[in-house]
């Protein structure tokens, strides 16, 4: 392939990687990562609410990863609580599970960047060792990718499985009774999943650019290997 058309690729891939860095970045930070409702079950049960009176009992969450907001609903009017995270649910949360989840998400933002810089240079410079060449974009993009998709594994675990959102509405509640009755991803957790795909685009951006995958088989075996392949 052409270096103009190379350049070309490499500045795309960098685009991208940039804005999947910048928008990671910005839903870290949002509360829209999980909304749904909550049952007031306790005061459901009092007045036997059913059909259209049922609705006066159920409230609206929604969360990210530091911090959210409740509206508490038990027949008698909406009633709003902000929350957050640290300190506060560190001891009804599977603290662990989340704070991999902000760590991972800061590994996916930085590597993001890194490959974003990392293409331009290739577009721009001469990679003169590995992992600033073409098969050192396929480390970032991988390690990006595989980031994304811990991420989203690791929330959906805590959100479903640990039954998150119903341990949040519980908090420092002692008559009422709180039961998750719906429940689903915001906008937030689905620019993960973007930016996942946007790094495995990038890998075969390089494939498409003529680099082989790492760890394939040459089609020339006599062909000359190291530094001075990366450089074009």
Same mark, same amino acid.
Request: aromatic share 14%.
């Given at each position: 392939?052409?270096a103009?058309?190379?350049?070309? #690729?490499?500045? &795309?891939?960098?685009?991208?990687? *940039?804005?999947c860095?910048?928008?990671? !970045? +910005? ?11 909550v ?9 036997n609410?059913?059909?259209p009176?049922?609705d006066?009992f ?7 990863l530091f ?6 609903q ?7 609580f902000?929350f ?8 009804i949360?599977?603290?662990?599970i989340? #704070?991999?989840? &902000?760590l991972f998400?800061?590994? *996916? ?5 890194v !490959? +974003?810089?990392?293409?331009?240079f290739?577009?721009?410079g ?7 060449g073409p098969v ?14 811990l ?7 805590e959100?479903k499985?640990?039954?998150l959102s119903?341990?949040?509405?519980n908090f ?7 039961k998750?009755?719906?429940e689903?991803?915001?906008n937030s957790?689905?620019? &993960?999943l973007?930016c ?9 951006l ?6 082989e ?6 089609k ?6 190291g530094?001075?392949d990366?450089?074009?």
């Amino acid at each position: 392939m052409p270096a103009q058309q190379k350049k070309t #690729i490499f500045c &795309i891939a960098g685009v991208l990687s *940039l804005a999947c860095a910048l928008g990671a !970045g +910005a839903a870290i930070g949002t509360q829209l990562w999980v909304k749904g409702t909550v049952l007031c079950r306790t005061g459901a049960l009092l007045v036997n609410a059913t059909g259209p009176e049922l609705d006066k009992f159920i409230g609206k969450i929604h969360y990210g990863l530091f911090s959210g907001e409740r509206v508490r609903q038990c027949g008698l009017g909406g009633r709003p609580f902000p929350f957050s995270f640290f300190p506060d649910l560190l001891k009804i949360i599977p603290a662990s599970i989340h #704070i991999s989840v &902000i760590l991972f998400c800061t590994v *996916l933002v930085i590597f993001a960047l890194v !490959g +974003a810089g990392f293409f331009l240079f290739n577009a721009f410079g001469s990679p003169y060792e590995t992992l600033h060449g073409p098969v050192g974009l396929y480390l970032w993009s991988f390690i990006t990718c595989c980031c994304g998709c811990l991420i989203m594994i690791l929330f959906s675990s805590e959100v479903k499985i640990h039954h998150l959102s119903e341990k949040i509405a519980n908090f420092k509640e002692g008559s009422f009774t709180f039961k998750t009755h719906s429940e689903q991803f915001a906008n937030s957790f689905w620019v &993960i999943l973007v930016c996942s795909l946007v790094q495995f685009l990038n890998a075969l951006l390089i494939r498409f650019a003529g680099f082989e995958f790492p760890f394939s088989k040459p089609k020339d075996a006599g062909r000359a290997s190291g530094a001075a392949d990366l450089m074009y």
